[in-house]
């Protein structure tokens, strides 16, 4: 079972190139959702999604973009990277279920630097 | 958003039982609390919830205030693997257009355990 799968690993770009995290879970879960991880900081919310075709924005949504086409990706497509978005992503997915259940299953990350 | 409070770091010793406090005094009726841990270089992962009563599982302990306004997670023997940045985040149990699924993660306790 994978999981939740996150490609690339590791990714350098430069400022004002564009580029798409992919997020994959095999797990049929409804919820999705992206965080940025900064140095020292906890998991800040960039967009989260209830389902295919339907997203919503988090925390830190801007300079980001998503779409949910099928239940199993959620890709997070950056449009002009800029160096604040240096960062580590990790996605996120979880059951449809609310409450106790539906826990939080979480990708190995993506570490971006923006040059 | 009900928020949570924690210690920014604590240290234990190998074998020892280790007591992480959290603050929630604004949680509502409706609120779990949910314990996540991220290991060095890793993404989160679930360790434990609950709502009102002590929870137990093979990884931990939850104890719950009466009041609900703290709870603390229990290693009872840490290891050196049980190193990590630990959270406590509350989510609405009510599945409200997927609002409960927007946690949001503090900068959590980092945990140094010594050999």
């Known amino acids: 079972n994978a999981g939740v799968t996150q490609t690339p690993k590791f990714q350098v770009l430069k400022t004002g190139q564009s580029m798409t995290l992919q997020c994959a879970q095999d797990?049929?879960?409804?919820?999705m959702s992206w965080y940025r991880q900064d140095p020292g900081m906890g998991l800040r919310l960039i967009h989260y999604s209830v389902g295919a075709g339907i997203t919503d924005q988090g925390e830190v949504p801007n300079g980001y973009n998503v779409s949910r086409s099928t239940t199993e990706d959620f890709p997070l497509r950056l449009l002009s990277a800029a160096p604040s978005q240096t960062s580590v992503y990790f996605c996120?997915?979880?059951?449809?279920?609310?409450?106790?259940?539906?826990?939080?299953?979480f990708g190995e990350g993506s570490r971006l630097t923006v040059l | 958003d009900a928020k949570t409070t924690q210690p920014n770091s604590m240290e234990s010793n190998e074998e020892e039982p280790v007591h992480l406090p959290c603050n929630h005094s604004?949680?509502?009726?409706?609120?779990?609390i949910h314990w996540y841990r991220q290991l060095p270089s890793q993404g989160p992962e679930y360790v434990i919830h609950g709502l009102t009563s002590n929870v137990n599982n093979r990884m931990a302990s939850l104890a719950i205030a009466e009041d609900r306004k703290s709870s603390t997670l229990i290693l009872h023997r840490a290891t050196l693997r049980d190193a990590a940045v630990y959270y406590c985040i509350l989510r609405d149990s009510l599945n409200s257009g997927g609002s409960n699924y927007k946690l949001t993660f503090g900068k959590g306790t980092l945990l140094t355990v010594n050999p």
């Open positions: 797990m049929n879960h409804e919820y």
């Open positions: 604004t949680i509502s009726g409706t609120d779990y």
């Open positions: 996120a997915s979880s059951s449809g279920q609310g409450g106790s259940r539906g826990e939080l299953f």
